[in-house]
Every structure is written in structure tokens, then in C-alpha cells.
């Protein structure tokens, strides 16, 4: 049974930060690419974030880029997703999701297409604001 669950969400001032979790089951992170995305109400779901299995290649849209990092360890089956620096803009519930893949993945074009993910968390609401 293949199953993602994010955590780590809540309600935090601009400028501070959340780590995000998305604990895996059901298959290995090793042979896997992970998508972090959101979607803020009344908009539609946008890539953030991609970590590639094989070889750890990440990708980063523009507007968390130098702000978000994503990881992943492998022993614990758990990518997270660092987010400093937040913005209310980034206020959204957020998604893991994740594709089995043996080798390396096109992370950014992966990100720009969430199709590309097969199996999908239930979210976990970011609210930033002051």
C-alpha cells in the first residue's frame, strides 16, 4: 500500500520558517522522484519542488528559490521541504507526491506538470501572516 502523509504545517509571521515532511510507505525513496506543490485557495495547484532519486537533483521554481531546500534521507523513507524567509504569498496547502523511477528524472519539467506524480498526500495547510 502506497502512502505519502505530510506534516510539519501551521501557522507561522512572515520571515520565519517550517520544515515540512512527507514520510513514505509502501516503496523506497531510492527509487522515486519527489514533488512538493501547493495550492492556495481559488488557485490552481503549483509546482515548488522536485528531488530526483538517482542522483539527488533538485529543482526550485523562481519564487522559493534561495528560500526552500528540500532533502530527503533515505533511511527514515522522508523527504522534507526547509521553508525560510516565508511570505504570506506562500500561504497554501501543500502536497507531497511522488513516481517510482530507477533513474534520474527532468525535475523541472516534472515540477511544471504534476501528471508526472502518481501517488499523492492529503496535505498540509502553511499559513503565513502576522
Known amino acids: 500500500q502506497v502512502q505519502l502523509v505530510e506534516s510539519g504545517g501551521g501557522l507561522v509571521q512572515p520571515g520565519g520558517s517550517l520544515r515540512l515532511s512527507c514520510a513514505a510507505s509502501g516503496f523506497t525513496l531510492d527509487y522515486s522522484a519527489i514533488g512538493w506543490f501547493r495550492q492556495a485557495p481559488g488557485k490552481e495547484r503549483e509546482g515548488v519542488s522536485c528531488?530526483?532519486?538517482?542522483?539527488?537533483?533538485?529543482y526550485y521554481v523562481e519564487f522559493v528559490k534561495g528560500r526552500f531546500t528540500i532533502s530527503r534521507d533515505n533511511a527514515k523513507n522522508t523527504v522534507y521541504l526547509q521553508m525560510n524567509s516565508l511570505k504570506p504569498e506562500d500561504t497554501a496547502v501543500y502536497y507531497c507526491a511522488a513516481v517510482w523511477s530507477p533513474s534520474p528524472v527532468p525535475c523541472r519539467s516534472y515540477v511544471a506538470n504534476s501528471k508526472s506524480f502518481e501517488y499523492w498526500g492529503q496535505g498540509t495547510q502553511v499559513t503565513v501572516s502576522s
Open positions: 528531488i530526483s532519486s538517482s542522483v539527488g537533483r533538485t
